[in-house]
């Protein structure tokens, strides 16, 4: 009898040590489990937000020239509402702002950052005044051959010793700030837009 209650409790002990092991490597695979699942969460929300981002339009910029006069163009302004179709030349000074358009401060055209242009009202940008919030813009890159479009979000005019609107963000968003004279000459248009 002695015998019979030893190997029955020997069986019951197994059974329990056995149950213990199944329900501690369920547990173990349930945790993974979850993680993997939270993993694939976080994963397919950063997909998400990476199809959300700006996805640069790659064009065709043959019909940009190189260079103008002795200066490297390194892109294109176009507004079509006020018919500015401008080549943006690398150096902004004088000889150069009587051809077109130039940098004056900033990353690469399309590039994270404020991207500062100016340009004469007589001759390049004389209607820049008459643009309104939620006109669009946009810029080509010719270097890597990339399209952008950009949304005005503020046009004003300020000061010529006013050089707030160079400020870099650093968001890392990317904007553009076309700057002209007003007809006097006296002040400063700016225009500012955001990438959209």
């Given at each position: 009898?002695?015998?019979?209650?030893?190997?029955i409790l020997t069986v019951l002990v197994?059974?329990?040590?056995?149950?213990?092991?199944y329900l501690v490597n369920d547990s173990i695979n349930f945790g993974l489990s979850n993680e993997t699942d939270s993993?694939?969460?976080?994963?397919?929300?950063?997909?998400?937000?990476?199809?959300?981002?700006?996805?640069?339009k790659t064009i065709d910029v043959s019909s940009?020239?190189?260079?103008?006069?002795?200066?490297?163009?390194?892109g294109q302004l176009v507004i079509d509402k006020i018919?500015?179709?401008?080549?943006?030349l690398a150096i902004c000074d004088n000889p150069?702002?009587?051809?077109?358009?130039?940098?004056?401060?900033g990353p690469e055209?399309?590039?994270?950052?404020?991207f500062c242009v100016c340009g004469h009202r007589e001759t390049m940008l004389k209607t820049l005044d008459t643009l309104k919030k939620g006109d669009t813009l946009y810029m080509i890159n010719k270097k890597t051959k990339?399209?952008?479009t950009y949304e005005i979000y503020k046009v004003y005019e300020c000061s010529p010793y006013d050089l707030s609107c160079l400020d870099q963000n650093e968001d890392g968003k990317r904007e553009v700030t076309i700057i002209t004279c007003t007809p006097s000459g006296a002040k400063r248009v700016v225009c500012k837009a955001r990438a959209t």
């Open positions: 009898m002695k015998k019979g209650k030893a190997i197994c059974i329990l040590i056995g149950a213990l092991v993993i694939a969460v976080v994963n397919q929300i950063k997909n998400q937000e990476d199809n959300n981002e700006i996805k640069d940009i020239p190189n260079k103008m006069g002795n200066y490297e163009v390194v018919g500015v179709k401008r080549n943006i150069a702002l009587d051809l077109s358009i130039a940098k004056l401060y055209v399309n590039e994270p950052g404020n990339t399209k952008v």
